[in-house]
């Protein structure tokens, strides 16, 4: 899988972290269904944490993970900005 983006603006942190206009996965269908069941795994647990949810990475729940693939990482948003 390779990830590819547009940047929306400037970096919004000091790490260098951007806000992205879009993000396009090259990928077979059965690596996209991986995706997609840690994105459904993530909300699920989302929930059920509540308040003590922070964040959650890819390559820490995915079995098929690959070494040559983007980290996807999904956190809970958080009024304060970035």
Known sequence: MKAFTYPAGEPVNEDGLVELNQVSFVASA?????????????????????????HLHLQDSC???????????ICKKHEEKI
């Open 30 to 54: 059965e690596t996209i269904r991986a995706v997609a069941q840690f994105l459904i795994e993530a909300a699920d647990k989302m929930e059920i944490l509540g308040d003590s949810y922070d």
């Open 63 to 73: 079995s098929s993970w690959k070494e040559n693939w983007p980290d996807i990482i």
